[in-house]
């Protein structure tokens, strides 16, 4: 299930904010695959409809890779950090606050950390300017929601959406 707009605030602030061990846990995703990946795609063209065609052609596929569903997120305390496995990508965050080097999808070297206080795990890219969010809540039904918000100089605007995640038995 996407979520735009007004739905997206709304959610976020009526979710309850996971503390780590909460977040810990395997998770399926849980909405619906075609619309939820038209409805992504509908807000990249828009953020990227005013790119000149040579940046467009750099931009836009390093873009679409970081907007992938993941049918399959695991999230692990390991030490100080926590693990972020979405699908076949891993992200190992410091739960304290601080960063650590990590390769995103796109192959960029980026800074991942993660608040705890607003269960955000947050990747920033220093080369194109740009930064991933995911702010994880649950809904009253306790299915994992996770916002995600992509941002970058070059956008027109942020790219932002919400994917539902159930908990695997």
């Known amino acids: 299930m996407l979520l735009l707009g007004s739905e997206l605030a709304t959610q976020a602030q009526n979710g309850k904010v996971p503390t780590p061990a909460e977040l810990a846990g395997s998770y399926t995703y849980a909405g619906d695959r075609a619309k939820d990946e038209a409805a992504i795609t509908a807000k990249v063209n828009a953020a990227t409809a005013e790119m000149s065609r040579m940046v467009l052609k750099r931009a836009k596929p390093k873009l679409v890779s970081s907007t992938g569903i993941p049918g399959q997120m695991d999230i692990t305390p390991q030490a100080a950090d926590l693990v972020f496995k979405m699908d076949d990508y891993v992200v190992a965050a410091p739960s ?6 990590v390769t995103t999808p796109a192959g960029e070297s980026a800074d991942a950390s993660f608040d705890s206080m607003s269960a ?3 990747q920033s890219v220093a080369k194109t300017g740009g930064a991933k969010a995911i702010t994880f809540a649950f809904n009253e039904a ?3 929601l996770a916002h995600v918000r992509i941002t970058n100089d070059r956008l027109a605007g942020p790219v932002t959406y919400t994917l539902l995640y159930a908990r695997s038995k």
Do not use: H, I, V
């Open 96 to 101: 304290n606050g601080s960063s650590a080097k």
């Open 120 to 122: 955000t795990l947050l």
């Open 142 to 144: 306790g299915q994992l």
